[in-house]
């Protein structure tokens, strides 16, 4: 499942690559690579810690699971824009209530994670970083290919370059399934790896905790904590592209979860 979009009117040096990699919850399977001499992107560097991170200050020392946050071969998934635009697409196929109630739940859960990263809502898809759907996740196959598996969630990031920029955008499906409370507590999870949390807790006090709860915990210290040292390492995103930087005709890359 990735995707590559190649401009061909582009001069060969200014590029433009996509690469979708997938996560929803449970352990990360890579099921196809690419050569990593296909793609040389800029070198990986520190970005100004938000002020919102820089402030934040856990008295409780909960610690965090940091160590459980994937790097991808772009580094880690930090933004550098801010505020990070997201945009909650109207529910088609239900009653206009519904369809409010779902986006007033997915709001919250922006309204949350602002709290400690700006962002704003908007409502052109087009201009949005992390575009957010009431949409089923394809099936997932389990491995030996014969029983498909219904994902509660599936978090997407694609990478594309903008005067040759590395940047990267971010795709949430939620699935119709989940109703009420789970709607806030599936998009607070899947925000959180939009975020940059590439990873999954161990603990269920955890928003990132990797399945669903009973009771789902709002953004716990760990969370911001994990958060905060993600937003500490380098990156190649928001970097620009080195001159050198060859086009890519196979950029194709998976990685996909065990599900709920
Ligand atoms: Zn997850």
Redesign the pocket.
Known sequence: MGKITLNPMLNIKKFLTALVLT????LLIILANFPSSAVSPPTPKLHYLPATLAQWKDSQNSGDYFSQVATTEVGYLVWSKFPVQVYIEQPINVSNQQAETWVKSVSQAVQEWSMYLPLTLVKKPEIADIQIERKAPPLQLSSDKKIPRARS?L?TYQLYTENKVLLHRFTILLSPSQTGNYVVAAAR??L??ALGIWG?STLQTDA?Y?SQVRNPPTISARDVNTLKRVYQQPTSLGWTLKDNSKMNLSTDRLFK?KGY
Do not use: K, N, Y
């Not at 996560?23 to 449970?26: D, V, W, Y």
């Open positions: 996560i929803s919850t449970g969630a978090t999870h899947e959180g790896h999954h990132l990797f979860s």
